[in-house]
């Protein structure tokens, strides 16, 4: 009888957690690449999750990160990146421009990019937050305004890195959210396929960045 009703209650604990866990659902595990996809409550755009190892140091994917000049060789229907404001080498500002097929108009954003490192651990976190206001509107070129980026960056031995990618963005406009929700991995999982072959570049291989420890 004991045995019975522990077996009842591993069950019904089981059950509790699937129901009750953080919600995201695998939608894509291509190359070793899983991309999830959550409801927010706030929204009806829902947020993303990569998860990946990268063949890198911490400072090898962080300088690259944080090249934002040269980001548009890996990220999804990036035309062009411009620093605005470098406040350190760890925190910058920059304004991006992202080409949309015809006939959506091109979005743009201004993101804020801060790297810390935990000193115990070493998982560095990079924070990407949009700021709405820094550059004026252009014509024609809807701004995205709302949107929070996260990076997390744990080295996990053997030259590797485990990142963990999240994002919630509305890309604003008359787009109706359904659309943006079909297409919503698209984007990651072009973008990280390019950044693994990315990272393999000379400037990147010997990377070593005075406030990173690897």
Not at 105 to 122: E, G, M, P
Not at 135 to 147: D, E, F, G, Q
């Amino acid at each position: 009888m004991f045995k019975r009703l522990t077996l009842l209650f591993l069950l019904f604990f089981n059950c509790a957690l699937a129901q009750t866990g953080d919600g995201w659902e695998l939608k894509e595990n291509n190359n070793g690449v899983k991309i999830y996809t959550r409801d927010i409550e706030t929204s009806k755009i829902k947020a993303i999750k990569v998860e990946c190892q990268l063949d890198a140091t911490l400072s090898q994917v962080v300088s690259a990160l944080m090249d934002v000049r040269n980001s548009e060789e890996w990220l999804y229907h990036t035309a062009g990146n411009t620093i605005i404001k470098q406040v350190s080498p760890s925190e910058l500002y920059y304004y991006s421009l992202v080409e949309m097929p015809w006939p959506v108009s091109n979005r743009d954003f201004i993101a804020h990019l801060k790297v810390s490192q935990d000193a115990f651990t070493k998982v560095v976190i990079i924070d990407a937050p949009c700021v709405a206001d820094m550059v004026p509107v252009k014509p024609k070129v809807v701004r995205i305004a709302n949107s929070k980026g996260k990076w997390v960056l744990s080295p996990s031995g053997k030259g590797q890195v485990k990142v963990v990618y999240t994002l919630h963005a509305d890309p604003g406009g008359s787009i109706p959210a359904w659309i943006t929700n079909l297409f919503v991995t698209q984007g990651p999982s072009q973008s990280f396929k390019k950044l693994k072959m990315h990272l393999q570049k000379q400037v990147y291989k010997n990377a070593k960045l005075d406030y990173i420890a690897d």
